[in-house]
Every structure is written in C-alpha cells, then in structure tokens.
C-alpha cells in the first residue's frame, strides 16, 4: 500500500534530548484534536527532508481519526496539507504517494499570499523549511496577528538532507517510510536517473539503521519565531491599505541563490546537486533562528489596553497602532492636543571625555556647536555616505553622565560604538531604552496643558530645546523636550517606568477640557505625510539611501571636522545631488503602493515612497511623499503614478512638505 495509512503511530520514535517518546509527544505540548498540519514547500523534492514528520503525523492524524470518526471519514477529515509555494500540484508526485494530504500551490507568492493560505486553512503545526522561504514581502497586521493566534508550534527541517541545523528532536520511523520517498524520488517528474541516485545515497546516509529513516528538526515555540523564515519583511499598521489592493513588492528567488537573512541569521538551503558536508574550518555550532522571545511592552502599554488601544508589530515592540477611529486621532492632533507613547525608539547615553565629539563624529549634523539644553535633529551615515539612520541628540552638558541620543533602531548602538572605536575616541555608548519611557504631547493646544501641569517655563523654552528635572503634576524628574514628529507645536516628556502611568493619566486627565485623544501610528502616518517627515524603511533604507535625496542638506556639514561618511557625501555634493523628495498630489481616489514608479512621459523618474492611504485628513487630498529626479521637482510639474494593476493616473509635484511648508506652527 502506497500511504501511510498502512503505519500505525507505534511505528514511530521520538527523541528529545536523548529520551525516547511518543509520536504524539513531537510537538510541544502534545498533539491535540483539532490540530491541522501544514508542510511547506519550495521545491518538489523538499518532503524528502521531512517524510517522517509527513508520514508520522498523517498516522497520528489517521489514528484519530479511525477511533472518532471512523475509517470511511478519513479523507473527508484529515487535517494535513502541503503548502507549495511556487509550486504546481502536478509538479509533486507525492500526491499519489501521501495520498492523505491536502495539496495547495501559491502560483505567485508573496508573504502575504502564504501566511493567508496558512490562516484560511487553521494550521496550528507549522513546518518550514529552514533556509525560509522563497519570497519576501509585507504583511498586514490582521494576518499577522491571525497567524500569531493561531499557530502554535513551528519546526523547521533540511529539505532534503533531513538534519535541520540545531535540531532538537529526532523522529525515528519505519522502513516503509523510507520506500516512500525511494518512489517518490524515482517518480518526480524532472528528477534525471543521476540525480535520482545522488538522492537516494543522500536519504539512505542518514539513517541510523538499514532502512530505517532517522530525521532531525529543530522546534519553534511559535509563529513570531519564524518571522524571518516566513519572509515577512514588514507587518504594516492599520491605516494602510490592504496588500491585495497596494501588491507589495516582493522578489521571488532562484533556488541557486541563497536568502540573506532579515531580523536574524536563516540557514541556507543546501546548493541543488550537491550534498551537505560542512568545510574543514566550518564552524558548525549550533544554528541560531530568529529570536523566540515575546514582543517588549512599553511601561504604558497596560493603561493604553485598558484603553481599547490596538497594536502593531515593529522591530520587536508592540507599538500603539490606533485606538478605533486614526482619523479623529489626527484632527486632534491638528486642531487641538494629542498624546502617543513612542517608548520604544531608543536611547542611549554617550559616556566618558569625549562624549560629545563621539557623537559629532557620528552624525553629520554639526553636534560640537550644541549648547547646553540644546537638542539637534541629523542621519549617521555609513563610510559610502549612505544613511544607516536618523536621530537626535541632547546636549546634557555632563559628559560623564552621558549625552543622550534617541534613534530609531536596536542595532545602532552597535554601529556607534564601532565608529567611536574606529575614530579613537574615549567614549562609551550605553543603552537607556528601558529606564526612559517617553511620551509625545502633540497639537496647538500642548503648551497650554503642559503649562498648567507644571511650575516650569515652559513658555520660554525655545524650539529644539529641552528641561531637565521637571516636576508634571507631581511626577518628578522628567525630562521635556520642545520637539516632536507631528508637524504642529509639541513636546516629548521622558520619565521613568515606575512614572509611566502617573504621567499618562495626568496629562489625560488634564486635558479633556482641551480635547485631547491618545494616538498612535496609523495616525502618525498621515501626519508625518502631510508634514514631509521621513520614516525608515519607508523613505530610506539603511546603507542605500542618501541624506540628500532626503533632503537634509541642512543637516550635512561638510565644513565640520572628519565625520563617518564626509568624504563621500562631499564627492555626492560636488558632482550634484541627482534626486530629491518632493510631495505629490495624485489625481482620482485609488491609493497607489508604497515604494511605486513615478513617471514623465512614459520613462521612470523616480519613486513614490510614502502615499497616503486614502485623502489625507488635513489637505483633503490624495498625496504622497516621493523622490525623483532633481530636475523635475518645480511645483507644477505633471508626472503620472503607476497603480497596483497597471495603470497609471496623472500627479503634480507640489510643496514639500504640503502642510506648513515654512514651519511656523512647531515654531509658534
């Protein structure tokens, strides 16, 4: 009989650190009834590499089954699934060698396609391959959060080796398992007698026993483990279009060219044709997967919960996304005052004598000429001259108590103190993200509430400056700070986590005579693109992207001291500055895709890399944020904007930014 239902689970072992269990003991927690097994696939001869855990489960499935369903209502109720992403079905003859399973094929995968097929089908037992999968893109942050309740566990395996790297359970099965795979690797189609061989010398290699198949797979306590692996590259907030509407941009990789690893290294997949023997100076420890923690919780997070406030994923926190209605939160910000926890950006304090010229050095923004209670916006570059992030820093004045610098990423604090070291200087960079919640008080009306919450000036503190030691209705020792990413008059106010709660519910409480509204990043969206502020991995990437086409001139000091990257932004400025941003006002009611073609006459100009999601609240209109060739950004110039089908519709470049170009109301 050619499936596995000719198995009973006994003709399975499992190992987990060196002690034998039951095939129902594999997965973490235990198989359950109701669980569904999903395998994912790249390639035809992938289940080679997992055909235990495919035979093995099919059992557990099928025995089941037979006690509560009886055996005429197998097919009908069997819960597993092969995934083939970028696979046909008639491409895998395993269909009639596991007749049992499922087959669906993602003819033209995205990471937003394969996590929704994976979510339609209420996988609970994901299996992927351990070099990922063959497509990158962004998802949105209802699948996402679909995906993350729904999948319980996660293993990955070596497609085709059958020893996932870093494994921590073995599946032991039986040798008819392994005639399973000797037919489906003679049957497959496109699979030449020479190959046919070299596979089944490759499967046989492994076994502990003669035909006895020993496999090895390395288990993931959850679906947000395998971000990298599923190819998420971003989960998008809410306020954003859905992806089947935008298309996000996703490449689809040739089996030959291993995937370069996300948020975290992903093992690659053994070169075709070649079986996998590790070099003779290969250092082969254990293999590292995606960080399995939780997502880091602001110390606001609670009261923001208890508040009815959404979320979103970014870069390991769960960041507010909106509390019901984004737009409201906007015009609140707009007319009257908003508050929006950005705790999760982080800090850190430049320590030691040259505290202060550590971190001139590092961003191109002249922070020598700081004074005392002065705050500087500016990018750090790479030595190319290509940005690797955007930030500020704040003159505290005491170098051995540390110069604090707010950026965006975990990782910066590592390319800062490579470059300190490089430059030779004496200075430390220490992390302070967790000891410094931060809050943003946003709107026309922020001032009036700050000051009546305080004994400080606040009516003289200037723009870009900050205070020290404040004390806001009997919270004490914040920090204020006269600046902000909404384009209107503002503040953030850092304290301490024990604080947090203190400060939010007195700043709320205060200001509902005002109107005040929490917000989060949905809203955030449409403000930063109606005031021409940049935000990373939207408008920049990181070691690509210059300042300039940025627009930070004002922020480049080419007459400063060495600083990392001066040479080749120098060279970039003498030669001219080939592109710049500019807003663009888009014509009809269709949002196009980030990152999508700009043209003129038919020839590609640039990219719109920030549009809208809809009309934007304040301007009443379809805009976007876009950089394109710096001969073509005199306001009136018509280009057209490519849509998610094809099409094009006509835009005019318009004021960068389009709302309060010249600043005035941060500076009120």
Request: hydrophobic share 40%.
């Amino acid at each position: 009989m050619h499936s596995s239902y000719a198995l009973s689970s006994d003709d399975f072992a499992v190992e987990r650190d060196g002690a034998a269990g039951s095939l129902s003991e594999l997965w973490p927690g235990g198989y359950q009834p109701g669980d569904r097994l999903g395998v994912v696939l790249n390639q035809p001869m992938d289940p080679c590499g997992c055909s235990n855990l495919i035979c093995g489960t099919n059992t557990l499935f099928y025995d089941l089954l037979r006690e509560t369903k009886g055996t005429g209502g197998f097919f009908r109720y069997a819960d597993t699934y092969l995934i083939g992403v970028g696979c046909e079905p008639g491409d895998f003859n395993q269909l009639d060698v596991w007749p049992m399973h499922k087959f669906v094929g993602v003819l033209q995968p995205t990471a937003e396609a394969v996590l929704e097929t994976i979510n339609d089908r209420r996988i609970t037992l994901l299996v992927l391959p351990e070099g990922g999968l063959r497509c990158r893109g962004e998802v949105v942050l209802s699948t996402w959060n679909a995906l993350l309740a729904q999948v319980r566990c996660v293993v990955t395996y070596a497609p085709r080796t059958g020893r996932a790297r870093g494994a921590d359970v073995g599946l032991l099965g039986n040798k008819i398992v392994e005639s399973y795979v000797e037919q489906a690797i003679f049957s497959t189609p496109g699979i030449g007698a020479g190959e046919q061989a070299r596979l089944r010398r490759l499967r046989r290699a492994i076994d502990r026993e003669p035909l006895r198949s020993y496999e090895e797979y390395r288990t993931l306590p959850n679906a947000a483990a395998a971000r990298a692996l599923l190819g998420v590259t971003e989960v998008l907030p809410p306020g954003h279009q859905e992806v089947s509407r935008r298309s996000a941009p996703t490449i689809i990789m040739p089996l030959e060219v291993p995937m370069a690893p996300l948020d975290a290294p992903s093992a690659p997949l053994d070169a075709p044709g070649v079986a996998a023997a590790p070099a003779e100076d290969e250092d082969t420890g254990a293999y590292e997967l995606p960080s399995t923690g939780t997502l880091l919780h602001t110390p606001f997070d609670a009261v923001q919960r208890r508040m009815g406030g959404q979320f979103a994923e970014w870069e390991g926190w769960d960041w507010i996304s909106d509390f019901g209605d984004p737009i409201a939160e906007h015009h609140a910000v707009r007319e009257t005052v908003g508050i929006w926890d950005e705790s999760p950006l982080q800090k850190w304090l430049f320590k030691g004598p040259d505290a202060l010229a550590a971190a001139d050095y590092c961003f191109t923004s002249d922070m020598a000429a700081l004074q005392v209670g002065q705050v500087r916006y500016g990018a750090f570059c790479d030595e190319r001259g290509r940005m690797l992030g955007d930030g500020t820093v704040y003159n505290t004045g005491d170098n051995d108590a540390g110069i604090l610098v707010v950026t965006a990423l975990s990782t910066d604090g590592d390319h800062f103190r490579h470059a300190i070291a490089e430059a030779g200087l004496d200075a430390e960079v220490v992390e302070r993200t967790a000891e410094m919640p931060h809050l943003q008080l946003q709107g026309p009306k922020s001032r009036e509430l700050l000051e009546s919450l305080t004994d400080a000036d606040i009516e003289s503190l200037r723009y870009f400056r900050f205070l020290e030691d404040v004390t806001i209705a009997d919270v004490p020792g914040c920090l204020v700070s006269r600046t902000g990413y909404s384009g209107e008059l503002g503040y953030e106010i850092y304290t301490s986590p024990e604080n947090a709660e203190r400060l939010w519910s007195a700043l709320l409480d205060a200001g509902q005579s005002l109107g005040i509204r929490p917000y989060g990043l949905a809203a955030v969206e449409s403000l930063r693109i109606e005031s021409g502020l940049i935000f990373l991995g939207y408008d920049y990437f990181p070691a690509y992207t210059s300042p300039f086409h940025m627009n930070l001139d004002r922020m480049i000091k080419l007459e400063k001291p060495a600083f990392l990257g001066k040479d080749a932004l120098a060279a970039e400025h003498a030669a001219g500055i080939t592109h710049r941003m500019v807003t663009i006002v888009i014509a009809g009611e269709e949002a196009p895709d980030y990152n999508t073609p700009v043209y003129r006459h038919g020839r590609e100009v640039g990219r719109l890399l920030s549009p809208s999601a809809g009309r934007s609240p304040t301007v009443d209109r379809m805009i976007g944020m876009a950089c394109i060739e710096s001969d073509l950004i005199e306001v009136g110039t018509p280009l057209e904007v490519a849509l998610s089908d094809g099409r094009t519709v006509p835009a005019l470049v318009d004021q960068y930014p389009i709302y309060d170009p010249e600043k005035t109301r941060p500076r009120a």
